[in-house]
């Protein structure tokens, strides 16, 4: 019987998660003078639950709906020539004008920043904002793009084979943060690499 | 190797035969984002960069050709057009020949139409690259049914259960079967419709579709009509008496939608003969979805190319 794999390291728990949050909450009404004339769009998958938490924290503390959207980078990866397995495009959401407005763009974790940088040549084909921001859970460094994030909620260093594994209320059950290796990770989901990059909130 | 590869992605569209419904719902969901690509200012993403798409087309077509050409350019591939008629097809080059020296310029895909039934699978077999059928003779013309899928999805919200009637010369359709091939796949049922010597009897042994000779039985509940364009040259070859007749008895118009489900909603394939096959008033009213159909038709062929070329699963 093979033992159930076990994280390296447990790096947030729910309680940390929430505080993370709430203290970039409070570090993007600082930054921005209020909450007045920003925007929330999460990146599909986990930026999306992040980016309504982040909403419904601005409004519980500046009393101002932000509008939140999704995107979804799968169009403008700059990998599909390479893909082995086809990714499944999903909905980009945007629904209200991006011009005059400050964006946060939301994910949950920054690695290589090939994602953001896809996310920022989407986010200006949508439209054209005045700013552009980064709001992400967890930096893990192993950046190969000149991206950075204006706000952390947790600096992780990692070694490049390490696995870095969020997971959210609304799309995985709780709230977490773990650090896995990566061979571990691989017999617990039964995935190969590729597929994992997809969909086990991994970031890139 | 089959047509289908590893986890059953077909590597072609030629008809519907290798696509699972839940692939082909995968490819209306696709469409979805694009459609909403479409409405960007920024109309094209760079999904398909330094790829090179040739569309090969051995028969007349602006309309699909516009529509392949702009799915193709708003996914940012580049485009190359093999017109057949400025081309040494007209010196008698046979289709392989000419399908083996596109293949010397390393084209990624081909999207082909020619009035022979069959030879996009022929290209696909020399071409060694993905094909997407344009339209085949009267055999099948399956982005054209995805589109008339997607149209009447948009609608409803979800194809099962819904009552597709297409009436007009289904004998010389290709819209008619591959529309016959792909809705009952998706769960709807297909009601096909014409004058008996435009009604070849073997379609109504495809699961899930109807032959009816009578029009008001055909509409009757149906959720979508689709009008066939009825070519005037078949006057010749006699499948019909008269033109006034076929017009009094099957001619797409209020008085026979006045059968179909309140609500139901009117396809054209196009291009329209205006008040022969369709009425002026349904064409340009209400219930006409044919402008949708267009920009549908561009936001669908856009998901075919990128579920055939991204990927090597």
Redesign the interface.
């Given at each position: 019987m093979p033992e159930t794999a076990q994280p390296k390291a447990v790096i947030l728990d729910s309680h940390e998660v929430r505080r993370a949050m709430t203290r970039i909450a409070h570090e993007i009404i600082e930054r921005n003078k209020g909450a007045e004339g920003l925007a929330l769009i999460g990146v599909h998958t986990r930026g999306i639950p992040l980016a309504a938490r982040l909403a419904a924290k601005l409004s519980e503390l500046e009393g101002v709906d932000v509008p939140t959207g999704s995107l979804?980078i799968?169009?403008?990866?700059d990998d599909?020539?390479e893909?082995?397995?086809?990714?499944?495009?999903?909905?980009?959401?945007v629904p209200f004008d991006l011009a005059q407005r400050r964006v946060i763009l939301v994910d949950d974790v920054l690695f290589t920043g090939r994602t953001v940088r896809a996310a920022l040549?989407?986010l200006?084909?949508?439209?054209r904002p005045t700013g552009i921001q980064l709001a992400v859970l967890v930096d893990r460094g192993h950046r190969e793009l000149p991206i950075r994030a204006d706000y952390v909620g947790k600096n992780l260093p990692t070694a490049q084979d390490e696995v870095v594994k969020v997971k959210l209320q609304e799309t995985d059950g709780t709230d977490s943060v773990e650090l896995w290796d990566r061979p571990a990770l691989d017999r617990e989901v039964g995935m190969d690499r590729e597929s994992r990059a997809e969909g086990a909130g991994e970031g890139a | 190797m089959t047509a289908a590869g590893i986890g059953g992605r077909p590597r072609h569209l030629l008809d519907f035969q290798d696509w699972a419904p839940e692939r082909l719902s995968a490819l209306l969901d696709g469409a979805d984002t694009m459609l909403n690509v479409l409405s960007r200012p920024v109309k094209k993403v760079p999904a398909l960069q330094g790829l090179t798409v040739c569309t090969a087309f051995f028969e007349n077509s602006t309309r699909t050709k516009v529509s392949f050409e702009l799915a193709a350019r708003r996914m940012s591939a580049d485009v190359v057009s093999f017109a057949a008629g400025a081309s040494s097809v007209s010196k008698g080059e046979s289709l392989r020949d000419t399908v083996e020296t596109l293949t010397a310029y390393q084209m990624d895909a081909y999207i082909v139409r020619h009035s022979a039934s069959g030879a996009a699978h022929l290209v696909a077999r020399y071409s060694g690259k993905p094909v997407i059928n344009a339209g085949d003779g009267r055999r099948a013309h399956p982005t054209q049914a995805l589109l008339d899928a997607y149209t009447i999805r948009q609608e409803y919200g979800d194809l099962k259960g819904k009552k597709v009637a297409i009436i007009g010369d289904v004998l010389h359709s290709r819209v008619a079967r591959s529309n016959a091939e792909l809705l009952p796949k998706l769960g709807a049922e297909v009601t096909l419709c014409g004058p008996a010597t435009l009604l070849p009897l073997e379609l109504g042994q495809m699961p899930g579709v109807t032959l009816i000779t009578d029009p008001r039985e055909a509409v009757r509940g149906a959720h979508a009509v689709m009008a066939l364009r009825l070519q005037q040259e078949r006057m010749q070859g006699g499948y019909l008496a008269s033109m006034q007749d076929y017009v009094n008895t099957y001619q797409v118009n209020e008085a026979l939608l006045a059968e179909a489900e309140d609500g139901a909603i009117v396809l054209h394939p196009g291009p329209m003969n205006r008040d022969l096959e369709i009425s002026g008033d349904v064409a340009d009213g209400e219930r006409s979805r044919i402008l949708k159909q267009v920009s549908n038709g561009q936001a669908v062929r856009m998901s075919v190319l990128y579920h055939l070329l991204v990927g090597r699963d």
């Open positions: 979804d799968t169009l403008y990866r599909l020539s893909v082995a397995r086809q990714p499944i495009i999903r909905e980009t959401e040549d989407a200006i084909d949508i439209g | -």
